[in-house]
Nanobody, 124 residues
Framework: QVQLVESGGGSVQAGGSLRLSCVAS?????????MGWFRQAPGKEREAVAG????????RYADSVKGRFTISRDNAKNTVYLQMDSLKPDDTAMYYC????????????????WGQGTQVTVSS
């Protein structure tokens, strides 16, 4: 089955931490070189958070999360993680995991496969 399944979202106070997980099906994980996290707040466009090349583990981050978020992957588990620290109310959004093949890890158009999303809510 071709799918991405996110988990780990929830509600947290500002300054807190959450770790998101995304498990990909074998087909998706082995046929795409990029895994990414995106987010979308109500009334706003979907924006990139972070991306990681599954082969080299090279990473890219949006400026808004640099120094606070860390993306990582476990190839043995077909899983990508997003560790989110020092969370702010502006981080509140639905977070989506995505898989794609290309060279622009922070571009929505790079990604062909998307999960259903997990909600993150940060209160002040």
């Amino acid at each position: 089955q071709v799918q991405l399944v996110e988990s780990g979202g929830g509600s947290v106070q500002a300054g807190g931490s959450l770790r998101l997980s995304c498990v990909a099906s074998e087909y998706i994980y082995t046929t795409n070189n990029l895994m990414g996290w995106f987010r979308q707040a109500p009334g706003k466009e979907r924006e990139a958070v972070a991306g990681i090349y599954t082969g080299t583990s090279s990473t890219r981050y949006a400026d808004s999360v640099k120094g606070r978020f860390t993306i990582s992957r476990d190839n043995a588990k077909n899983t990508v993680y997003l560790q989110m620290d020092s969370l702010k109310p502006d981080d509140t959004a639905m977070y989506y995991c995505a898989a794609g093949d290309g060279f622009l890890p922070l571009a929505v158009g790079t990604y062909a496969y998307w999960g259903q999303g997990t909600q993150v809510t940060v209160s002040s």
